[in-house]
């Protein structure tokens, strides 16, 4: 099946938003296991994964800016 060049910039950008979702999504995983590998017990709701997702996507993500977001998530 060949798509239209618009058509298929638009199937692509599905495809990378989908990809990108799955890493996030691994990410926020692996935060939530960090933290009880550490004897510190979470339990995020959606909306706080929902804004860590959000702010691994910033370009101003920082290393503190994503230790606040880990702070509010409480047991």
Known sequence: MQFEPAVGM????????????RIFT????????????????????REQLTALAHELNSPRCTADRIASFLRTWKP
């Open 10 to 21: 638009q199937v692509a950008r599905v495809r990378l938003a989908a990809e990108t979702g």
């Open 26 to 45: 691994v990410a926020c995983a692996v935060a939530v296991m960090y933290l009880e590998a550490s004897n510190i017990p979470v339990s995020p709701t």
